[in-house]
T-cell receptor, first 115, second 112 residues
Framework: NAGVTQTPKFQVLKTGQSMTLQCAQD?????MSWYRQDPGMGLRLIHY???????DQGEVPNGYNVSRSTTEDFPLRLLSAAPSQTSVYFC??????????????FGPGTRLLVL | GQQLNQSPQSMFIQEGEDVSMNCTSS?????WLWYKQEPGEGPVLLIA?????ELTSNGRLTAQFGITRKDSFLNISASIPSDVGIYFC????????????FGSGTQLTVLP
């Protein structure tokens, strides 16, 4: 049971380049999310998915696309990278326990630098 | 987006001392989560709180869900060097986004 895995760990892009950040979970959770973490700002929600085939925007969605073709995978795409997208990106998988509540588990993160 | 007010921002303590940190919000939450993050790693869940007034322990860690649903605290007893890291509170009011609102973090340094 690996939990939430993310690749790559580090990436350097030039402005205008595209890339996909991968996220996978093996806990069979329906809900998954992408956050970015910037200094002094905590984590902010980019996009989320409530199940395969269903995605929606979070707090800071501009410049990012997502898709959810399987329960396990939730990739985040940057179509044309900008320096403002330099950040640490975390994927989260959400366990919901009926009658109790929910808990979010985070991957190890992808550190992205856009030059 | 809204952020929680988390304090203190940083703490320097001697090994063996107890630590307390807290978060307050102008909004109510129905879940409070406490995470620890070490350099180069993702946030690791420490304690989850689901009911107002709930007090939960995890080893040397104890956290409480405030009765007003607008605050939570985390205590660490008898600190040890491996407690070093950044501690985040996160509040959740369940909606379709399942969006956590994070505090800005408390940087804990434990001096030997």
């Amino acid at each position: 049971n690996a939990g939430v895995t993310q690749t790559p760990k580090f990436q350097v892009l030039k402005t205008g380049q595209s890339m996909t950040l991968q996220c996978a979970q093996d806990m069979n959770h329906e809900y998954m999310s992408w956050y970015r973490q910037d200094p002094g700002m905590g984590l902010r929600l980019i996009h989320y998915s409530v199940g395969a085939g269903i995605t929606d925007q979070g707090e800071v969605p501009n410049g990012y696309n997502v898709s959810r073709s399987t329960t396990e995978d939730f990739p985040l795409r940057l179509l044309s990278a900008a320096p403002s997208q330099t950040s640490v990106y975390f994927c989260a998988s959400i366990r919901i326990t009926s009658g109790v509540g929910e808990t979010q588990y985070f991957g190890p993160g992808t550190r992205l630098l856009v030059l | 987006g809204q952020q929680l007010n988390q304090s203190p921002q940083s703490m320097f303590i001697q090994e063996g001392e107890d630590v307390s940190m807290n978060c307050t919000s102008s909004s109510i939450f129905n879940t409070w989560l406490w995470y620890k993050q070490e350099p180069g790693e993702g946030p690791v869940l420490l304690i989850a709180l689901y009911k107002a007034g709930e007090l939960t322990s995890n080893g040397r860690l104890t956290a409480q869900f405030g009765i007003t649903r607008k605050d939570s605290f985390l205590n660490i007893s008898a600190s040890i060097p491996s407690d070093v890291g950044i501690y985040f509170c996160a509040g959740l009011f369940s909606g379709s986004a399942r969006q956590l609102t994070f505090g800005s973090g408390t940087q804990l340094t434990v001096l030997p």
